[in-house]
T-cell receptor
């Protein structure tokens, strides 16, 4: 039972355009969400997070939106750059729990 | 220079052999984690440890064992009972629950 789902295995975007990566979750107890970025043969690195008390968090070119009623979050990258090409993992956790649940990842290709 | 290291980068295992993957961190993190990544799948939690001398099974602990004798170290042993060990193994650490996890570079385990 996948509690965190990233339904798009891959996404291709032109350089300079917006990249939108989506994530859905099923556990209504999740109250903290993160995005990690991963290059091949490397460990994931933290990108941005959002608490359930917010619906938007912005950090430079990266913005995460949270829609609690739809149990959906998205990562927007504007403008997209070739260096953004990587696999992006959505992750979620709940207060009091100790496990972070990761989605399967979305591979982003940014074409120059 | 703080960080989390894993060794070796590549590891080959013969049938029936136990192998141990190393994970060391100097970030003064209390919590440490082991994940397994298979193609097309997210990161699946094998074991985690909140404090020294304590660890808990994750979602796929069968065929694996860990120890946490020191705060800095959390080695993972892949035993002969793990029938499908070929995967990319990632170690991570954090200050605690719902804190950002910092990942090592990973170890790729292959079966001969």
């Amino acid at each position: 039972d996948q509690q965190v789902k990233q339904n798009s295995p891959s996404l291709s975007v032109q350089e300079g355009r917006i990249s939108i990566l989506n994530c859905d979750y099923t556990n209504s107890m999740f109250d903290y969400f993160l995005w990690y970025k991963k290059y091949p043969a490397e460990g994931p690195t933290f990108l941005i997070s959002i608490s359930s008390i917010k619906d938007k968090n912005e950090d430079g070119r990266f913005t995460v939106f949270l829609n609690k009623s739809a149990k959906h979050l998205s990562l927007h990258i504007v403008p997209s750059q070739p260096g953004d090409s990587a696999v992006y993992f959505c992750a979620a956790s709940e207060t009091g729990g100790f496990k972070t649940i990761f989605g399967a990842g979305t591979r982003l290709f940014v074409k120059a | 220079d703080g960080g989390i290291t894993q060794s070796p980068k590549y590891l080959f295992r013969k049938e029936g052999q136990n192998v141990t993957l190393s994970c060391e961190q100097n970030l003064n993190h209390d919590a440490m984690y082991w994940y397994r990544q298979d193609p097309g799948q997210g990161l699946r939690l094998i074991y985690y440890s909140q404090i020294v001398n304590d660890f808990q099974k994750g979602d796929i602990a069968e065929g694996y064992s860990v120890s946490r004798e020191k705060k800095e170290s959390f080695p993972l042993t892949v035993t002969s009972a793990q029938k499908n060990p070929t995967a990319f193994y990632l170690c991570a650490s954090s200050f605690g629950n719902q804190e950002t996890q910092y990942f090592g570079p990973g170890t790729r385990l292959l079966v001969l």
